[in-house]
């Protein structure tokens, strides 16, 4: 009825670890896929908060360019935006004139930067506009 040790024969048991051993590098290999596909959206989304903090900037610098009401003047601005979607990012703006043809042409260049944890992102706009 009892066989001894000698006589039982089989693979169970190295089939059970191994098959634990595949499971666990596969499972490990899904982990670091997820964390680093989670690491580039993040950037991703910051890059474009970065994006869009730099047109935030060249729009109201056109605004402060072209104002409504009043004397429009072409300057340095930098403004920390603290709007739903751009908290912690900033724009810096700077404006150029220039003559051509007769006509004044402006250059606004606009930097946007998002400083959110450990991802940071700095993005580039440049615009030109004549009265």
């Known amino acids: 009825m009892f066989r001894s040790a000698r006589a039982q024969r089989g693979l169970g048991l190295v089939s059970a670890i191994?098959?634990?051993v595949v499971v666990a590098v596969i499972v490990t290999a899904i982990t670091r896929m997820v964390r680093s596909s989670s690491e580039v959206?993040?950037?991703d989304v910051v890059s474009h908060r970065a994006f869009l903090a730099a047109e935030t900037g060249s729009q109201l610098g056109l605004n402060r360019l072209f104002a409504p009401a009043g004397v429009g003047s072409c300057a340095n601005w930098l403004w920390?935006?603290?709007?739903?979607?751009?908290?912690?990012?900033?724009?810096?703006?700077?404006c150029r004139a220039e003559l051509v043809g007769g006509e004044s042409i402006y250059t606004l260049e606009s930097d946007g930067r998002c400083d959110v944890g450990a991802?940071?992102?700095?993005?580039?706009?440049?615009?030109?506009?004549q009265p």
Request: charged share 10%; with cysteine.
């Open 18 to 20: 191994f098959l634990i």
């Open 41 to 43: 959206f993040a950037q």
């Open 80 to 94: 920390d935006l603290t709007t739903f979607g751009l908290a912690r990012c900033s724009a810096t703006v700077s």
């Open 119 to 129: 991802h940071v992102s700095q993005r580039s706009v440049l615009v030109r506009a």
